[in-house]
C-alpha cells in the first residue's frame, strides 16, 4: 500500500527566502508525482506534475524534482513571498488517476 | 463553467438523514474523481468515474456510499443514513483522459458536510 509523508509539517520563513518542501513515498511504482496548494476553505490548484520517465518540472518560481528510485521528490520554491501562503499536498499517482496524498506542509511567509 | 462546481458548499444535518452532494467537471472533462478530506485521515480517494462507468469504488467507506454519473458529465455522490464520523470537506476533481494517467486534476472548492 502507498504511503505519503511530508516533512516538515508547518514552516515559517521571512519573505524572500528560498525554501524546500519534502515529500517521500513507499512504492516506486508510480505513474507520476503531482504538487498542489490548498488555501484555506478552498480546493486544491494544480502547480506541477512530473512523469515518472522525468527528474523535474519548473514553472515560475517553482521546481519540482522527482527521484524514483529513493522514493523522494522535493518543491523548490524561490524568492518565496506572502502570497505563497499556504499548505502545499504532494500525491502519487498509483494508476487509473487514483491520487494518495501526502499529510501537507502548511507553510507561512512573513512580510 | 471555467472550473469544477460543487454544491452545496456547506450542509448541515441531523445524523441519520441522507445527503446528496453534487459536482460540475470542467467541460470536455471525461474522468472524475471524489475525493475525502478529514481532519484525522487527511486527503482520501473515494471513487473514479471513466464516461458514465467506476472502475474504481475501492475508497468508498460503506455500503451507505454511492455515485454515480449520468449523461458523461454531473455526478452526485449520496451519503445514506449520514453518521458523524461522515463529516468532512468533499471534494470533486475532474480531467482529460487521454495520454494514460498523466493529466492534472482539476479540483472544485468541496462541500464542507456538518452532520449533528
Known amino acids: 500500500k502507498q504511503e505519503v509523508t511530508q516533512i516538515p509539517a508547518a514552516l515559517s520563513v521571512p519573505e524572500g527566502e528560498n525554501l524546500v518542501l519534502n515529500c517521500s513515498f513507499t512504492d516506486s511504482a508510480i505513474y507520476n508525482l503531482q504538487w498542489f496548494r490548498q488555501d484555506p476553505g478552498k480546493g486544491l490548484t494544480s502547480l506541477l506534475l512530473i512523469q515518472s520517465s522525468q527528474r523535474e518540472q519548473t514553472s515560475g518560481r517553482l521546481n519540482a524534482s522527482l527521484d524514483k528510485s529513493s522514493g523522494r521528490s522535493t518543491l523548490y520554491i524561490a524568492a518565496s513571498q506572502p502570497g505563497d501562503s499556504a499548505t502545499y499536498l504532494c500525491?502519487?499517482?498509483?494508476?487509473?488517476?487514483?491520487?494518495?496524498f501526502g499529510t501537507g506542509t502548511r507553510l507561512l511567509v512573513s512580510p | 463553467g471555467a472550473g469544477v462546481s460543487q454544491s452545496p458548499s456547506n450542509k448541515v444535518t441531523e445524523k441519520g438523514k441522507d445527503v446528496e452532494l453534487r459536482c460540475d467537471p470542467i467541460?470536455?472533462?471525461?474522468?472524475l474523481y471524489w475525493y475525502r478530506q478529514s481532519l484525522g485521515q487527511g486527503l482520501e480517494f473515494l471513487i473514479y468515474f471513466q464516461g458514465n462507468s467506476a472502475p474504481d469504488k475501492s475508497g468508498l467507506p460503506s455500503d451507505r456510499f454511492s455515485a454515480e454519473r449520468t449523461g458523461g458529465s454531473v455526478s452526485t455522490l449520496t451519503i445514506q443514513r449520514t453518521q458523524q464520523e461522515d463529516s468532512a470537506v468533499y471534494l470533486c476533481a475532474s480531467s482529460f483522459a487521454t495520454g494514460g494517467n498523466n493529466q492534472p486534476q482539476h479540483f472544485g472548492d468541496g462541500t464542507r458536510l456538518s452532520i449533528l
Open positions: 500525491a502519487a499517482n498509483t494508476g487509473f488517476q487514483k491520487l494518495v
Open positions: 467541460s470536455g472533462h471525461t474522468a
